[in-house]
């Protein structure tokens, strides 16, 4: 398997970082979450993240998360590391290391906290692009506040700037980001709620926080879209956001998709504060409720299988 940038495609967990419960980064665990995720025919991997938690971690431990992911990776699968942070300084650092260490790209939130203006948006990208050779996708989420798509195409002119991850809800502008940009810019859709339907819109990849926990349904949804079997496509995407949902609504979202994994054998540790974690009692509870869901659901979850193989009477 190809681990350019050519090749990050398909359904990309946005990889969970994993903390123990005194809050340190978990080596241990690291690798046991990232031979969980190699073992489904993903298409990559995408780190330090909203979803792992990277703006609660400082330079030096996101720099030795990337370390351990690609020593346990090996080269399977291309890994893009997201280096934004409070600062275009940070940022290169962090970019620097993840060259260094053999990333197939990076990516960026836009500067946030302060109000940035757009030239300044544009130079922060413009300067943490020439600062390697890596080609670098730009990230445009609502926490860290929406691009314009007439920014998305001026940033798309940028040497080195390959791609998009889109996690927004107005799908129209993902056609109108494909069309105004170069040829061979890449689009990533990042709203697992609506992985079907950035899947029909022709994205490259979907880049997911859920797919920690179901990748194999993701699969099976790329698949249906693939093959223009959209009523399947659809069936199956509503039963993602049952699981989805059942995570949001657990007020930590991160701790809950750790506390599944970890009910299924996999290590994938608590999250830092201010997130909260549960009881062992608000745990099971959660457990429950995706072995319920899946039930219902008839989805066969993997996860689930191995959460029943350890404790077949969860129910």
């Not at 046991?32 to 909203?50: A, D, K, R, V």
């Not at 942070?85 to 993840?98: D, G, P, Q």
């Not at 920014?151 to 105004?180: C, P």
């Not at 007020?251 to 970890?262: N, P």
């Amino acid at each position: 398997m190809g681990c350019g940038i050519q090749d990050f495609k398909g359904v990309i967990p946005a990889v969970l970082s994993v903390f123990d419960q005194q809050e340190n980064f978990d080596e241990q665990g690291t690798r046991e979450l990232m031979n969980h995720l190699l073992s489904f025919p993903i298409g990559g991997l995408y780190l330090t993240g909203s979803t792992g938690e990277a703006f609660l971690m400082n330079s030096e431990e996101r720099m030795r998360q990337v370390e351990v992911v690609m020593d346990q990776v090996a080269g399977k699968v291309p890994v893009v590391v997201h280096v934004g942070a409070m600062s275009t300084k940070a940022s290169i650092e962090l970019a620097r290391h993840a060259e260094k260490v053999g990333a197939a790209g990076i990516s960026s939130v836009p500067p946030f906290y302060f109000k940035y203006n757009n030239e300044q948006i544009f130079r922060y990208y413009q300067d943490l692009a020439e600062s390697t050779s890596l080609p670098l996708v730009v990230y445009n989420i609502p926490l860290a506040g929406m691009m314009t798509v007439e920014q998305i195409i001026r940033l798309s002119e940028i040497d080195n700037v390959k791609g998009v991850k889109y996690t927004g809800t107005a799908l129209y502008e993902v056609t109108q980001v494909k069309e105004g940009c170069k040829p061979g810019f890449q689009v990533y859709g990042g709203c697992d709620e609506l992985g079907s339907s950035n899947i029909s819109l022709g994205v490259d990849g979907i880049i997911g926080s859920f797919y920690n926990v179901i990748p194999d349904l993701y699969m099976r949804i790329w698949e249906a879209v693939k093959n223009s079997d959209i009523p399947t496509a659809t069936a199956l995407q509503a039963k993602a956001v049952h699981v989805i949902f059942a995570g949001i609504r657990s007020g930590s979202m991160m701790a809950c998709m750790k506390a599944w994994l970890r009910a299924g054998g996999v290590n994938a540790g608590w999250s830092r504060r201010p997130f909260t974690n549960f009881s062992p009692e608000e745990e099971t509870a959660l457990v429950r409720q995706l072995v319920s869901i899946d039930r219902e659901d008839g989805i066969g979850l993997e996860l689930v299988k191995k959460i029943l193989a350890r404790n077949p009477d969860i129910l």
